[in-house]
């Protein structure tokens, strides 16, 4: 995999101020546990929230587990609220 297309939604686009950006895959790691730490790296705090309660959409497949491997396309989602 050459690169790895991030694509932020709700709050997760608020933090970053992008809809989107791509990664080579060897600056964002593996899994998502990697992926998550550069992003509060280079988000801050704003990001922590977003990523300590919402999920990632990989490749099409909701993934929570920090070890899930990145797919071509991982999407960050915000917690949802129901009703």
Known sequence: MASVTVRYFAAAAEATG???ETFASGTVGATVG???ELLVGRYG???ARVVANGSF???GVVQRDAAAP???QVDVLPPFAGG
């Open 18 to 20: 992008v809809d989107e």
């Open 34 to 36: 990697e992926l998550r």
């Open 45 to 47: 705090a704003t990001m």
């Open 57 to 59: 959409l990989i490749d």
């Open 70 to 72: 990145l797919g071509a």
